[in-house]
Each structure stands twice: as structure tokens, then as C-alpha cells.
């Protein structure tokens, strides 16, 4: 078969380029490993900033955002037992973040995909990426035990830090940039009302927190957890007394616990690739760069991604010219390095550390504390935490 652009990945990133390229009339087949359900049991990005919500807008499929969305002008940040509001509205020039989980959101694009007749093969098997440094790139894949294969004119690889897209390039082509952190995040999803009307992010000695939801009636709530924790050490209980030791006393006071409904662990970690082009592939969000989850970056810079590649792609198409696709890698590559910088700088400030030690914990303080005092540093915390423009 042939199309003009093979996606390899149907996660918000795929989705989101699919329904860009479609809504422009270039033709794209999404090619995923994984089934449909398998992808919607991920729980995982729950703040969107306000340029991924005018983007599911563009897309007319900001209706159900809007009304079950929770629109949040503030976060707090709680340190030494005592919790401050940063204004994100105020400080950032009268912008806001959107809480609606990544759920949601891909499941109203795999909906308005199934709904427009455009195709999605998931339980594809052995996908692989040809030719992407000619003229004629193609996909394989084995679907149902039969082999099959797309000629394109374009891959989009938004399969994932663990995809074949990356993987795919020679090692002399690419240069990557990591950093893996001493701890993950234990994620507990529950049917409990949140702590707080807004998220809070929570600095203590015996590790970081955050409060963050759903909905009014449903939670999501993380503590710092060792990286060779198991889920089996972890009973709801353990996890609702650890995270109850690292709330200031109001918030204790106030939390409502019940049975978790999802529970995971996922280790922290910074990287990214360069470039993001390679002849005729593109890599676009956690395929391309990971951020540790503290500044809520990994889906709006994979949404950020595929903007600039579907301007990109819809220009070679429509007016005939490839400066757009010769300035992707470059254009993201600057949003996401000022992305990576501060999520690793609030990562750095609410964590504990292994080597942190007496003397750290008083920088975190003194540095939190200046933070939440000065107007200019938390201008910058709030300008950053909605989002750089693009
Ligand atoms: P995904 O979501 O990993 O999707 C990639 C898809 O590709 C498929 N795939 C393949 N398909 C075909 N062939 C292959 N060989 C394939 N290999 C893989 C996979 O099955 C999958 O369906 O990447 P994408 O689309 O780039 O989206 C990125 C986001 O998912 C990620 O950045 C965010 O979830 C990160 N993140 C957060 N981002 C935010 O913007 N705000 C947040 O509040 C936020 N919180 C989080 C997060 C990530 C977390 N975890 C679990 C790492 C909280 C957590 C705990
Ligand atoms: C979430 O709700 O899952 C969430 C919110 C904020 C973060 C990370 C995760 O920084």
C-alpha cells in the first residue's frame, strides 16, 4: 500500500499529528505495537498548557476539555510544614493550565480518527523503518500473522523513548544526552477527592510529593519512591501513610484516602536526541526526549512536536516547500532543551537525593524560600510551568 506520511505510534503524539495532518487533507496511517486498550490503560500527563489546549481546539475536539477539563490558576508549594500559592495567572500575564488527563485525550482522537474513517492498525508486530535516507522510505509490519508494508513519503517516528524509529538511525548519525535519576514516583490513581483544588508540590526530608487529580471526585497522588521499590511493597495503606508524613499538617488533615485503582512506579529520567530529522524520518516527543514528570512538560512538548512537524509536512505539500521541514529539528530542539532545563531544575529542588545531605537540604530551603518570596523567581517558575511560547 501507499500513503503520504506512516506514523509508527499512537500515543498523543501520534494521535495528534494524525489529526493535524488529516484536518489539512494529507493522508497518514498510524501503525502501533500495542492495542487500543492497552494504549488508554496508561495513566500518565494530567496538566496541559494552555498552547495544547488551543491546539485540541484548532482540532474542534476541545469539547469535552472544556467541560470536564479543570482550569487551574495556581499551584502550591509545600516546604518546612507550611504551603505557598504561586500564581500562575497572575505572574504569567493572565495565562492558565488545564488538568485532563492523557486519557482523555487520546481518547477523544482515537474517537474522532475512528469517527472520520482514517486507519489505525494496532497489534502490529515487528514494526520496522526502511529507507528513510531515499526517496522512497516504507514501514513493515506483521498484522495478524501476515506480512505487510506501507510506502510513504514520510515517517513520523512517535513511538516512544522505547520505539524503533530512534533505534533505527545509525549510531554515527545521532547524539544523545542523558541523565537517569536515583528514585521513580509511586503513582496511586483513586475514586477520592483531591487534597487541594490546586496541585500541590511537596519538598520533604523523607522525599518529594505531589497532590495532583482528575477530577473533584478522583486523585492523583505520587510520593518519592526508591527505584528498586516493587508495587507489591507498597499496599495502599504504606502508600497513603507515606504520603500523609510528607503533607504540611492542614493537608494531612484533609486527605481522604480509598483503594487505588491504578498504581505504577516509573523511574525519572532526562534525555534527549539530535537532531530530531534524519532525511526523510522524524522523530516527535518522548521518541525524540524524556523529561522527569515534575514540571508536567512530556506531553505538551510532544504537542508542541507535532505542531511544527504537521506546519512543516502540510507546507511541503500544499506550497511546495521543504524549508519547514529543514528548520523542525532545529526549532524543537530549542523548545525542548529550555523544557529539559526546567524539569530538571525542579527536580533538583524537590527531591531527595542521595548525596543531598545536611548542607543540600538547607540550599532546597534557602532557594524554595527565595522562590516563593521573590516576585521575579517565581515569575519564573510560573512562566515555565505554563509554558514557554513556542
Ligand atoms: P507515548 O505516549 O509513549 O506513545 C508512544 C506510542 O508508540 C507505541 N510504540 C510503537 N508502535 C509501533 N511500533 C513500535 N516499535 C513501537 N514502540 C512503541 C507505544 O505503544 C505508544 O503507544 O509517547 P508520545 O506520544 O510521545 O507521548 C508522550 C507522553 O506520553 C509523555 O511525555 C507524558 O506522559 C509525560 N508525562 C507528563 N507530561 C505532561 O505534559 N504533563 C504531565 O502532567 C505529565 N505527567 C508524564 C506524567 C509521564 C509519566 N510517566 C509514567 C513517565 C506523569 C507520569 C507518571
Ligand atoms: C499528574 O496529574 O499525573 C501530574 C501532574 C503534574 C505533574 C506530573 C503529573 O508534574
Known amino acids: ?226 527505584l528498586d521499590d516493587s508495587l507489591a511493597q507498597w499496599s495502599d495503606d504504606a502508600f497513603w501513610d507515606e504520603l500523609r508524613r510528607r503533607l504540611d499538617p492542614q493537608a494531612a488533615e484533609s486527605l481522604v484516602t480509598g483503594p487505588s485503582i491504578e498504581k505504577s512506579i516509573a523511574p525519572l529520567r532526562s534525555f534527549v536526541a539530535e537532531p530530531m530529522r534524519f532525511g526523510r524520518l522524524f522523530l516527535a516527543g518522548d521518541a525524540a526526549h524524556i523529561v522527569p514528570p515534575t514540571g508536567a512538560k512530556g506531553l505538551n512538548l510532544a504537542a508542541s512536536d507535532v505542531r511544527l512537524l504537521s506546519a512543516a509536512l502540510i507546507e511541503h505539500y500544499q506550497d511546495k516547500s521543504d524549508a519547514g521541514i529543514d528548520a523542525y529539528s532545529q526549532r524543537c530542539l530549542r523548545r525542548v532543551w529550555r523544557a529539559e532545563r526546567f524539569s530538571w531544575w525542579l527536580t533538583s529542588l524537590l527531591h531527595k537525593f542521595p548525596d543531598t545531605g545536611a548542607f543540600g537540604q538547607k540550599m532546597q530551603a534557602a532557594e524554595l524560600d527565595y522562590l516563593v518570596h521573590s516576585v521575579a523567581a517565581s515569575t519564573a517558575l510560573a512562566e515555565n510551568y505554563v509554558g514557554l511560547p513556542l
Open 1 to 226: 500500500m501507499r500513503v503520504q506520511v506512516v506514523i509508527v505510534g499512537a500515543g498523543p503524539a501520534g494521535l495528534l499529528l494524525g489529526a493535524l495532518l488529516h484536518q489539512a487533507g494529507v493522508e497518514a496511517l498510524i501503525v502501533e505495537q500495542r492495542s487500543a486498550d492497552y494504549v488508554l490503560g496508561r495513566i500518565r500527563a494530567g496538566v496541559l498548557e494552555q498552547g495544547t489546549v488551543d491546539l485540541l481546539d484548532q482540532l474542534g475536539l476541545g469539547a469535552r476539555l472544556h467541560a470536564e477539563g479543570l482550569v487551574h490558576a495556581g499551584i502550591e508549594l509545600s516546604f518546612g510544614g507550611r504551603r505557598h500559592r504561586i500564581d500562575l495567572h497572575k505572574l504569567s500575564g493572565g495565562k492558565n493550565v488545564t488538568v485532563y488527563g492523557q486519557t482523555e485525550i487520546t481518547r477523544d482522537l482515537m474517537l474522532a480518527r475512528s469517527r472520520s474513517g482514517q486507519r489505525t492498525v494496532y497489534d502490529a508486530d515487528q514494526v520496522s523503518v526502511h529507507d528513510f535516507e531515499t526517496n522512497k522510505p516504507s514501514v513493515r509490519w506483521v498484522e495478524g500473522g501476515q506480512a505487510q508494508r506501507a510506502e510513504c513519503d514520510f515517517i513520523a517516528g512517535c513511538d516512544g523513548y522505547h520505539g524503533v524509529s530512534r533505534a533505527s538511525v545509525a549510531p554515527g548519525a545521532i547524539q544523545t544526552f542523558e541523565r537517569v535519576y536515583p528514585f521513580g514516583w509511586l503513582g496511586v490513581l483513586s475514586e477520592t477527592p483531591p487534597v487541594s483544588h490546586e496541585l500541590i508540590y511537596t519538598n520533604h526530608e523523607r522525599g518529594f510529593a505531589l497532590c495532583s487529580m482528575r477530577s473533584m471526585t478522583r486523585s492523583r497522588n505520587y510520593v518519592q519512591c526508591a
